[in-house]
């Protein structure tokens, strides 16, 4: 009797056992499964990942001059800048003979630049604009200054836009008898709504006759989801892919306002797998490194090698009382350091983060892990885009 009782709680434990272990597993592969998902793709709006063809910005550059400077405008010898002056001044009917210009004219207190702005699209007569300054010359400083009306060009020539106002600088610069503090870049500048916009340059959607979509970067896969999308919104075959960027969009007959046509299209949310990228500054050892980077099995030997050279001088002087001139000798020492080389292991499919923290390991610096990528990459075990910059 106690026999069977026992046998029946083992067989009742074995159940349990056997339901939790199933229940683990299946969840265990529900969360890889989400996981994969998460990592592979993701949701994004088509506005957020294209733009429409023709609707664009557009750069404007002028050139001017910067008044009302505290004797940190250009020096003499920066002789563009007095004719530009010499111009200004003639046509408020101030006339300079050129002689004088080379001889008497000083400009301390002006400064030639160079302005810039972006002409956004629509842009109607009368719309504000925020516009950079930066000095051409040799100016230290353009803090305090004032620039005058200056028209702004686009790449046709036609003139766009006009700038004029007080310049915004986000540092300063300061000295006297040999001392000097400078803080930030004070040679340029911003002018808040400093420009405004003179010509109609906007872009007249009634005459288009169908649409373009421009991916901002080119993949097949993403632009076929694209298509798709927006013929299930439409209810029609009215996209077409023509290449890994573009999609066109014949409008519907029956759909009038093209604005409200595009306001469906750019909400409309795609699957996109994003390429796995690595991206590399150089001059600054700057490593950006996505999450989905993976690694093939590597062994990476990393050591490193340094030459030191100091130089210092004697000073060589006669006995006491002999006559001959102090001489001053160079005494070069040289210093070579090998350190001994390290090795880090990875096997197949290793994330970033722990090859980050393999090389932090043992003391790779962020140059150093711009160089190690370059040469796995090289070796072809990153299974990632490598862009230096």
């Known amino acids: 009797m106690q026999r069977a009782r026992s046998q029946s709680v083992c067989r009742y434990h074995l159940r349990a056992v056997l339901r939790l272990a199933v229940f683990l597993l299946m969840a265990g592969f529900q969360v890889a499964r989400l996981a994969a998902g998460q990592t592979a793709d993701?949701?994004?709006?088509?506005?957020?990942?294209?733009?429409v063809e023709g609707i664009r910005n557009n750069s404007l550059i002028g050139y001017g001059l910067v008044v009302g400077l505290k004797g940190t405008g250009d020096k003499q010898q920066t002789y563009f800048t007095i004719q530009t002056l010499a111009s200004v001044l003639q046509r408020m009917g101030v006339e300079i003979p050129p002689s004088v210009l080379q001889t008497v004219v000083q400009v301390k207190n002006v400064a030639a630049v160079f302005v810039t702005a972006n002409l956004p699209p629509f842009a109607r007569p009368g719309m504000p604009l925020d516009v950079d300054v930066s000095s051409a010359g040799d100016a230290r400083s353009l803090e305090g200054g004032v620039l005058l009306l200056t028209p702004l060009y686009a790449a046709d020539g036609q003139i766009y836009a006009a700038a004029q106002g007080p310049l915004v600088l986000g540092g300063y610069a300061a000295g006297s008898g040999g001392n000097a503090k400078q803080v930030n870049?004070?040679?340029?500048g911003r002018i808040p709504n400093g420009a405004f916009v003179e010509r109609d340059s906007s872009l007249d959607l009634s005459g288009l006759r169908n649409l373009s979509l421009l991916l901002n970067e080119a993949s097949f896969t993403t632009v076929e989801e694209v298509a798709a999308a927006v013929n299930r919104e439409l209810g029609t075959a009215a996209a077409k892919v023509i290449d890994s960027r573009r999609v066109d969009v014949q409008p519907p007959s029956t759909s009038g306002d093209l604005p409200a046509l595009l306001a469906?299209?750019?909400n409309l949310a795609v699957q996109v797998r994003r390429r796995a990228k690595v991206v590399v500054n150089e001059r600054t050892g700057t490593v950006v490194l996505g999450s989905d980077v993976r690694l093939g099995a590597v062994s990476i030997l990393h050591g490193s090698f340094s030459i030191e050279v100091s130089t210092s001088y004697t000073a060589l002087q006669p006995n006491p009382g002999a006559a001959g001139p102090t001489e001053v000798l160079p005494e070069p020492r040289l210093t070579a350091k090998e350190a001994p080389a390290r090795n880090v292991a990875l096997s197949e499919?290793?994330?970033?983060?722990e090859l980050v923290t393999r090389l932090q390991a043992i003391g790779a610096t962020a140059r150093d892990v711009v160089s190690i990528l370059q040469a796995i990459k090289a070796a072809g075990a990153l299974e990632a885009d490598l862009e230096v910059i």
Do not use: F, Y
Request: charged share 25%; proline share 5%; no cysteine.
């Open 264 to 266: 469906r299209i750019e």
């Open 185 to 188: 870049h004070p040679t340029t």
């Open 349 to 353: 499919g290793a994330s970033v983060e």
């Open 42 to 51: 993701h949701k994004m709006l088509i506005r957020d990942i294209a733009t």
